[in-house]
C-alpha cells in the first residue's frame, strides 16, 4: 500500500488538487498475482466518493457526453454486459464514479499501447461511500501513472458546484490544467520505456504459452523462465546456456572468420587494419569491391560494403572507427544479405534482409518519400516495432551520392532508389522470408558454423546470389555468425510467412514435459501454519531435496537462515521461487500477504488449509469468519487437476472449500475410529486419501486410508512435538503434514522416520511449544496469539495440571485487534492461569496507551478472576523479567511473545536470584 504522495509521483500539485475534491485516494497497492477479488494480477485504488456517493452519472448533467467525447473508445468496452457498448449504457443509466474510474484506467493503458479490459469495483463494508477500483495492468508503473490520470480526467469534467469548494477560480483553473494529449504521450513514452523488445516478449509468450512462470529480474529485459532449481534465464536472445567464450569469438569478427575458413566454410578474405594508410595498402592486396566494419561492431553499425574506390575506402574506415579502433578490411561478395537463424543446432528460420528504399512518384523528393515510409505504423524508434524509422545521416547522404543524388533530389515515377548498402532492421531495412527457399547444403553450413563458434542460438549473416543454390557453386558465404540475434525479421517479416522463432528456444531450454516448476506447497490457515511447514520441511529434508521455507521467523534455504523476520508474504515466496538450488518451495501463507500484495505464484501443486478461527477480523475488509476462509481459500483455488488439496474435516469452514478447491481432496481429521465424520467415512469408503488419528493411548495413532487400505503410519506419541501425545494441537499437526508428504509421494517408513526426530525445540520450531526447564519450573514460550490457539495452550495445560503448582501466564495480544477479540483473550486467560501478567509492547497500533492491558484485565475479571493475581506490565521484556522472577518450583510458566527470539533468549539468559549457575540450570523434568 501506499500514500497519496506516492501515487501521484512528485507532483505536489497533483495531491493537493486532489485533497481539494469530494473523491479521496485513502490506499493505493498492486497485487502481483491471485488475490481475494480475482486471479488477475490487478492495481487497487481505495478511494473514498463522499458526497458524489449521491451522485451517479446519470444526475451529472452533461458528463457522459463530455467523458465519451474525450475518450470515444469507451464503447468498445463490455462491461458486465460482455457486448460493444456495455460500460456506455451503464454510464448513460447511471452508474458510481468509482466504477468509471476503473475503466477510464483501462482505456487509458489501452491508448498508451496496454490493451487491457479486466477490471472489478466493489464497495468496502462498513464504509459507506468508500469503494475498492481494480483494474488489470502489464506494468505497474503505467498502471498507477493511468489511474491518476484517470483521476484528474474525470475530476476536469465535474462541474464546479458538486465540489462543495469556495475557490471557484482556482477548481476553473485546474480543470484548464488538464490536457490529455500530453498525458497521453507521457503514458506512452512510459509503455515504451517499460515494454520489452520484440525478440524478449516473443520468448516470453512462448514460455507462457507452455505454462512456464516468468519473472522479470531487471528493468531491462533479463528475465528468470521457471521456478528454483529448474528456472532458466534469458536477456533477449542470450539464454543461461549461452557460453561466454562463444560470444566473445563472434564478437570477434576476423577470429570468427579465422576458424570458420579453418574448418572449410566460405567467408570472405580480410585482415584488421588500425591505420587508414595500413587499409590502403591491404586494400591494393585484397582488391575492390570491398568492405569496412568495426571488429566488434553490432546491428550493422559503421559498416560499408561496395567500396569500389579510395575515396570511399576513407570514407568507409572514418565510419568503422567511430565505433572501434580496429577495422576489418575484407572482400565484398556480391549477391543478396540473408540472415539464417540457427537454434541449438537446427535452423529455424531464414530471411532476406532488404536495403531500406524509397520509390519514386517523379514529384516528391527523396527525403518526403523518407517521411512517408517512417509514417507506417509498423516502423518505431529501435527496437520496438517490428521495423525501424529511417534516419537521414550522413552514411544514407553518401550513399545516394554515389548515385549522383541527395535528399532533395526527386526521383522518376517508379524509379527505386536504395538508401544504404547495408540491410539491417535497425537502419531501416525490410525482411522477406526465405525459410522454405534455402538449398539444404546451405543450411548444413549455417548449422556448422553455429557449432564451431558454439553459440545455442545464432544468427548466420549470409551472402548468396540465390539462396536456393549451393553457395559452393554461386559464390558468396558468411560474413558474420552473431550472439543475441534479433526476431523482428523473421517474426513479422515484410514479405511472406511469419515464422515462430521463439519456441525452439524455449524447447530447447525445458525439453517437452518440462514446465520449468517445482513443487510449490502453500500452507494457510489461522493456527499451525509454522508448526506444519516446518514438519514438512523436516520430512522432505530426509529425501534429500532442497527445499526452500518461507515461516514467520524468516526464509530458510536447507535449514539455513537466509533472511530473517516475518516472511509469511508474497515477496519471502518469491525469494523462494528464484533461488536456483531449491527443489521444492514449502511457503506458510498468511493472511496479510495475501491482502496486500496476493500470492507469489500462479499455481500450487499442493495447497493445505489447516483451520479457520477469529483472527484479525475487522481488518482490510475482512469483516467476518466466512470472508476470512474465502480468503483462505484463495490458495486451494490455484491447484490445477493433477495438484492436490488438503483439508481439516474438522473445522466446519474448511470443508466447505472443497467445493472450489483444486486438484484431489485429501482430508485430515483427529476424529477417526467411531467419531470419524460422516463426509469423511463415505470419502475413505470411495477409496480416496485420508489421515486421521484413531483413538487409543498417549493420543494414539496417525492413519492413512488410501485406495481402500488402511495403513498404520505412527502412534502419536512417538513424535516428541506432541509431548507424549498431550499436545493434541501439534498432533492435528502432524497429520497436515503426513497429508502433504503423502501427496508430495514421500514413503510411509520416510514420514515415520522425520517425524520421530521432530521436536518442539527452538532450533527447531522456533516460538511453538518451546519447552525451558532449568531455572526450577517449566517454561512454555508459544506465540499464541489469538484465542484459538490460546485455547489450544489451555487444553494442554488442563492435561498437564495436575503436575504443576501454579500457572502462570504472561500474554497480550495486538491492538490492531477489535475489543472483543482482546476481552475474549482475557476471559481464556483466567480461566486457564492462576497468575497472569498481561503486557503491552509500544507498538499499540494505533490504540491509547494502557487501553490494550486494561481490556485483557476487563476479560479476565468477567471471568472471575481474582484482581490480586491479575498485573499489568508495559514492554515485553518487562513483563517476561517479572514473571520469572516470581516463578517457584513446581511452576508452570507459559509465555506467550512477539519477539519469539528476544524471548527465548532472556528466558535461557535467566538466573534466578540466590540460585547457583548449576542449580539454576539443572532440568527438573529429565524423565519427561
Not at 140 to 163: F, K, M, N, T, Y
Not at 511 to 520: L, S, V
Not at 556 to 575: C, F, H, K, Q, W
Request: charged share 25%; with cysteine; aromatic share 4%.
Amino acid at each position: 500500500m501506499s500514500d497519496q504522495s506516492v501515487f501521484f509521483g512528485a507532483s505536489s500539485d497533483a495531491v493537493t488538487r486532489l485533497l481539494t475534491q469530494p473523491v479521496r485516494v485513502l490506499e493505493t497497492g498492486v497485487y502481483r498475482g491471485p488475490h481475494y477479488y480475482s486471479h488477475t494480477p490487478m492495481v487497487r485504488i481505495q478511494l473514498d466518493l463522499g458526497r458524489m456517493e449521491d451522485w451517479p452519472s446519470d444526475r451529472i448533467e452533461g458528463f457522459a457526453d463530455r467523458l465519451l467525447a474525450m475518450l470515444p473508445g469507451l464503447d468498445a468496452h463490455g462491461c458486465c454486459f460482455g457486448r460493444r457498448g456495455g460500460f456506455v449504457r451503464r454510464l448513460r443509466e447511471g452508474t458510481w464514479l468509482g466504477h468509471i474510474f476503473e475503466h477510464v484506467a483501462l482505456e487509458l493503458q489501452t491508448m498508451a499501447g496496454d490493451r487491457l479490459t479486466r477490471g472489478k469495483t466493489r464497495s468496502v463494508k462498513g464504509r459507506p461511500g468508500v469503494y475498492n477500483v481494480m483494474y488489470a495492468y502489464r506494468d505497474e508503473g503505467v498502471a498507477l501513472a493511468a489511474g491518476r490520470c484517470a483521476l484528474e480526467l474525470v475530476d476536469s469534467l465535474l462541474p464546479a458546484d458538486l465540489r462543495g469548494v469556495e475557490d471557484l477560480d482556482r477548481i476553473h483553473a485546474a480543470q484548464a490544467e488538464f490536457d490529455l494529449e500530453t498525458r497521453l504521450a507521457d503514458l506512452r513514452r512510459m509503455v515504451r520505456d517499460s515494454s520489452f523488445g520484440p525478440t524478449t516478449q516473443s520468448l516470453i509468450d512462448a514460455a507462457r504459452r507452455r505454462g512456464i512462470p516468468v519473472i522479470r529480474l531487471d528493468e531491462r529485459s533479463l528475465i528468470q523462465l521457471g521456478y528454483g532449481c529448474r528456472q532458466q534465464r534469458i536477456r533477449a536472445s542470450i539464454t543461461g546456456r549461452t557460453s561466454l567464450v562463444a560470444v566473445e569469438i563472434a564478437g570477434n569478427k576476423d577470429l570468427t572468420k579465422k576458424l570458420l575458413a579453418d574448418s572449410g566454410l566460405p567467408v570472405p578474405r580480410g585482415t584488421v587494419v588500425r591505420t587508414i594508410e595500413e587499409a590502403l595498402r591491404q586494400a591494393n592486396r585484397l582488391g575492390f569491391p570491398l568492405v569496412t566494419k568495426p571488429l566488434d561492431g553490432n546491428h550493422g553499425r559503421g559498416v560499408t560494403t561496395g567500396i569500389e574506390s579510395e575515396a570511399q575506402l576513407r570514407f568507409g574506415f572514418d565510419l568503422a572507427r567511430r565505433h572501434g579502433r580496429q577495422i576489418v578490411l575484407e572482400q565484398y561478395f556480391p549477391g543478396r544479405d540473408h540472415r539464417i537463424l540457427v537454434v541449438n543446432g537446427q535452423l529455424v528460420a531464414v530471411a532476406e534482409r532488404v536495403p531500406p528504399q524509397v520509390k519514386g512518384d517523379g514529384t516528391r523528393t527523396i527525403a518526403e518519400l523518407i517521411g512517408m515510409l517512417n509514417e507506417d505504423p509498423r516502423r518505431g524508434e529501435g527496437h520496438e516495432k517490428v521495423m525501424t524509422r529511417i534516419r537521414v545521416d550522413e552514411h544514407l547522404v553518401d550513399h545516394i551520392a554515389r548515385a549522383g543524388l541527395t535528399v532533395d533530389s526527386v526521383p522518376a515515377a517508379g524509379e527505386v532508389v536504395e538508401l544504404r548498402d547495408t540491410a539491417n532492421l535497425s537502419s531501416g531495412g525490410s525482411a522477406i522470408d526465405r525459410t522454405n527457399d534455402i538449398h539444404p547444403e546451405n543450411i548444413e553450413i549455417a548449422r556448422r558454423a553455429a557449432a564451431i563458434i558454439g553459440i545455442d542460438v545464432a544468427g548466420i549473416d549470409f551472402i548468396a546470389p540465390d539462396i536456393s543454390r549451393s553457395v559452393r557453386e554461386t559464390g558468396g558465404g558468411i560474413i558474420e555468425v552473431n550472439a543475441a540475434p534479433g526476431f523482428r525479421m523473421h517474426l513479422e517479416p515484410s514479405q511472406g510467412a511469419p515464422r515462430d522463432v521463439a519456441s525452439p528456444v524455449i524447447d530447447m531450454l525445458f525439453p517437452r514435459g518440462c514446465r520449468g516448476r517445482i513443487p510449490i506447497i502453500a500452507i494457510t490457515g489461522t493456527n499451525g501454519k509454522s508448526t506444519v511447514g516446518r514438519m514438512v520441511n523436516h520430512i522432505l529434508r530426509y529425501t534429500g531435496r532442497t527445499v526452500g521455507l518461507t515461516s514467520t521467523s524468516g526464509v530458510y534455504v536447507n535449514d539455513l537462515l537466509v533472511a530473517e523476520g516475518d516472511a509469511t508474504g508474497p515477496r519471502s515466496a518469491s525469494m523462494v521461487l528464484r533461488d536456483p538450488s531449491v527443489e521444492v518451495a514449502v511457503l506458510e501463507t498468511a493472511r496479510g500477504g495475501i491482502l496486500r500484495e496476493g500470492l507469489a505464484f500462479a499455481e500450487a501443486d499442493i495447497a493445505c488449509v489447516l483451520n479457520v478461527a477469529a483472527d484479525h477480523l475487522g481488518l482490510k475488509g475482512i469483516e467476518t469468519l466466512e470472508d476470512l476462509a474465502r480468503l483462505k481459500s484463495l490458495i486451494t483455488e490455484t491447484v490445477p487437476r493433477d495438484g492436490t488439496t488438503i483439508l481439516n474435516a474438522d473445522d466446519p469452514l474448511t470443508v466447505r472449500m472443497a467445493r472450489r478447491a483444486g486438484g484431489s481432496i485429501i482430508w485430515f481429521s483427529l476424529h477417526g475410529g467411531d467419531d470419524m465424520p460422516e463426509c469423511l467415512r463415505r470419502h475413505i469408503d470411495r477409496g480416496r486419501t485420508a489421515v486421521v488419528r484413531e483413538p487409543g493411548e498417549d493420543g494414539g495413532c496417525l492413519v492413512l486410508h488410501s485406495g481402500g487400505r488402511r495403513e498404520v503410519i505412527m502412534p502419536a506419541s512417538d513424535i516428541p512435538a506432541t509431548i507424549h501425545g498431550a499436545a493434541t494441537f501439534n498432533i492435528a499437526n502432524a497429520l497436515a503434514a503426513c497429508a502433504i508428504a503423502v501427496a508430495h509421494d514421500v514413503p510411509l517408513l520416510t514420514i515415520r522416520s522425520a517425524l520421530s526426530g521432530f521436536r518442539s525445540s527452538f532450533e527447531q520450531n522456533p516460538g511453538r511449544l518451546n519447552v525451558h526447564d532449568a531455572h526450577g519450573f517449566r517454561i512454555i514460550v508459544d506465540y499464541a496469539h489469538n484465542a484459538a490457539g490460546l485455547s489450544a495452550i489451555g487444553d494442554l495445560i488442563d492435561g498437564l495440571r495436575h503436575r504443576y503448582q501454579r500457572t502462570i501466564g504472561v500474554l497480550s495480544i495486538p491492538g490492531d485487534r477489535r475489543d472483543e477479540d482482546i476481552l475474549e483473550m482475557g476471559r481464556l486467560a483466567a480461566g486457564i492461569f492462576e497468575e497472569l501478567y498481561f503486557r503491552e509492547d509500544p507498538g499499540t497500533r494505533g490504540r491509547p496507551r494502557g487501553q490494550i492491558m486494561n481490556l485483557l484485565k476487563q476479560g479476565a475479571l468477567e471471568c472471575g478472576a481474582d484482581p490480586d493475581r491479575i498485573r499489568l506490565v508495559t514492554g515485553e521484556p518487562e513483563a517476561t523479567e517479572a514473571a520469572l522472577r516470581a516463578g517457584r518450583p513446581g511452576d508452570l510458566m507459559v509465555i506467550t511473545p512477539t519477539d519469539v527470539s528476544a524471548a527465548w533468549k532472556q528466558v535461557c539468559d535467566f538466573a534466578p536470584a540466590g540460585a547457583t549457575d548449576s542449580a539454576a540450570r539443572r532440568p527438573l523434568y529429565a524423565a519427561e
